[in-house]
């Protein structure tokens, strides 16, 4: 998980997230020259690190154990420095992720798994399906947990530098995690950017969240599935998790809708949602008149409306990304029985590459709505932005950038530069 939320830093990049897959911009550091390049400064970087951890009670023993032979990994450093062009559209990424294949695995591991998820949600108040659902997204139910070294990871990417404190907190928390008897140093293993296990947390998540639930003193989300399965819900309940209450529903909206409400971000009741014409697929249940719920349309007005309760704020916790939270909402969804996303996606009207975020942004800063820096993010100035064009020009303002929209401002600066 977190190790996405290295690249989603905004609520609004939910497309962009899951995109690793289709990078396809040329590296612009080659990483073994990068490696060559540094060895001796990155050796003195190791040994001045060391000598911090070492102030701070890290035994010489564990230090010397962490960084034996240690070099920069060249994988961190090609995928630190990948940039994607291509952004998967969101119901792609949703149709992969809730695949009826998808769904019948998890299902047969929530079957496996019922004695200690019934265990869990009774000491946790976290319901088991979304337990599982994050389980398969964050490591295929436990079998893909990652295999590098966690040290070698993170000391790579603090040294790199972005963000360089961040991921010296982090080695120095893989640190403590030895010290505290957990794993040894040689078992601390993750993805290439220090995720580690079944629940794939960073070691500071670890230090907070993890916990050990089959009893035998050590927290161990690496093979055991019982301290996996609790860590992940020790984690929910932690960030305000409601046992037994949904995460939200696909809805319909009325016709003439004011698509500025549908921006994730405005709250109103269920009630007050309801009243402004916002219904179910099925009747939304009246317990639910007085939770807060944001309307989202993450592929615009063409596309499924979601209103989202407190629960799918307190997924996002776990992957600052809406996509990856309403994939796992969907999932388990369906492990209850319930129907995935009925309403149809604007397929014809793909969501724009990297480099055509940034013309439209160069566009709309061009045409005098503040897009912000013109650097390919959709963040909270780029959605205002393209509300402001699409309401200044007549269009449905839902603030989608799809190719639709580009064409638009494409138009709208020939008319301009013309008159
Ligand atoms: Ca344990």
Not at 58 to 66: E, R
Not at 166 to 192: C, H, N, P, Y
Not at 334 to 355: C, I, M, Y
Not at 391 to 401: H, N, T, W
Request: charged share 20%; net charge neutral.
């Amino acid at each position: 998980m977190f190790f996405l939320r290295h690249f989603c830093s905004s609520f609004f990049i939910f497309v962009n997230c899951i995109l690793l897959s289709l990078a396809s911009q040329a590296d612009t550091v080659d990483p073994q020259l990068y490696i060559q390049k540094h060895a001796q400064a990155f050796h003195i970087w190791v040994s001045d690190f060391k000598k911090q951890a070492l102030s701070k009670g890290i035994p010489q023993t564990t230090l010397d154990a962490a960084f034996k032979d240690i070099t920069l990994d060249p994988q961190v450093i090609r995928l630190d420095n990948t940039q994607p062009e291509f952004s998967r559209p969101v119901w792609e990424y949703l149709a992969g992720a809730t695949a009826q294949g998808q769904v019948n695995i998890g299902k047969k591991n929530l079957n496996e798994q019922q004695a200690v998820l019934t265990k869990i949600a009774q000491s946790y108040q976290v319901d088991p399906e979304i337990i599982v659902a994050i389980w398969g997204m964050e490591s295929g139910y436990g079998a893909n947990t990652g295999k590098s070294n966690v040290f070698r990871s993170l000391a790579t990417l603090a040294y790199e530098g972005r963000r360089a404190n961040f991921w010296k907190q982090e080695l120095m928390a893989a640190l403590s995690i030895v010290q505290a008897g957990d794993r040894k140093v040689t078992d601390l293993t993750g993805s290439w950017a220090g995720a580690m296990g079944q629940t794939q947390f960073m070691p500071s998540t670890f230090l907070r969240f993890a916990v050990d639930f089959d009893g035998d003193g050590k927290r161990n989300i690496w093979t055991s599935k019982a301290d996996a399965l609790a860590s992940t819900a020790n984690y929910l309940k932690h960030y305000g998790w409601k046992y037994q209450i949904p995460w939200g529903m696909e809805v319909k909206l009325p016709a003439n809708f004011n698509y500025q409400l549908a921006d994730g971000i405005q709250q109103k009741t269920v009630a007050q949602w309801k009243a402004l014409g916002v219904r179910g697929f099925i009747t939304i249940d009246s317990k639910l008149d007085q939770e807060i719920a944001t309307l989202f349309v993450p592929a615009g007005h063409k596309g499924a409306a979601f209103l989202l309760l407190d629960n799918f704020r307190v997924i996002m916790r776990y992957n600052n990304s809406t996509a990856y939270a309403l994939a796992i909402s969907l999932l388990a969804d369906q492990f209850k029985g319930k129907a995935n996303v009925q309403s149809s996606w604007p397929t014809e009207d793909r969501p724009l590459s990297r480099s055509e975020r940034v013309e439209m942004q160069e566009i709309l800063n061009g045409l005098g709505y503040n897009a912000g820096s013109t650097d390919g993010i959709i963040g909270i100035n780029t959605r205002q932005a393209i509300q402001a064009f699409q309401i200044d020009y007549s269009l449905i303002p839902d603030s989608y950038a799809s190719i639709t929209l580009l064409d638009a401002l494409r138009a709208a600066t020939k008319a301009a530069i013309t008159q």
